[in-house]
């Protein structure tokens, strides 16, 4: 964060490039354990341990050290480090090499990177327009 270029830290290259410069709302560090549900309108950071519900307009993204047990809503999804549960975004899911998805995906783009673990279901609707989990059809 001070004094080192963002390619130093691929999980805030990767928000920082879906994001293009809304930023990151809400962060959860390394260490922090949270029960509960998270509702926001933008992006969410979680390094920590995270189990119960998210629901966001904007990305969440699951650093490598960061541990979620969810049922998830957002717009975008990239995990670098491990996410159990279920998955519905409105534009793009994304597991980093190294990440680890239990569950299932719901959403019109999918990306496994080589050395990334997927073992669950997929489904990927097509949509004429992407949609953002939460908002009427």
Do not use: W
Request: hydrophobic share 35%; with cysteine; net charge neutral.
């Amino acid at each position: 964060m001070f004094g080192k270029d963002v390619k130093d830290r691929p999980e805030e290259a990767a928000l920082a490039a879906t994001e293009k410069g809304s930023g990151l709302n809400t962060f959860l560090g390394p260490g922090t354990k949270y029960t509960g549900k998270l509702e926001g309108s933008g992006s969410v950071q979680i390094d920590g341990n995270f189990d119960g519900e998210i629901v966001v307009r904007g990305t969440l993204l699951v650093g490598r050290e960061g541990v979620v047990k969810a049922k998830v809503g957002a717009h975008q999804v990239v995990v670098h480090g491990r996410l159990e549960g279920e998955i519905e975004a409105g534009s793009k899911v994304e597991l980093m090499g190294g990440s680890m998805f239990l569950g299932s995906v719901s959403s019109p783009s999918f990306v496994i990177q080589e050395r990334a673990q997927f073992e669950g279901t997929c489904r990927m609707p097509r949509r004429e327009e992407p949609s953002v989990p939460g908002k009427p059809k």
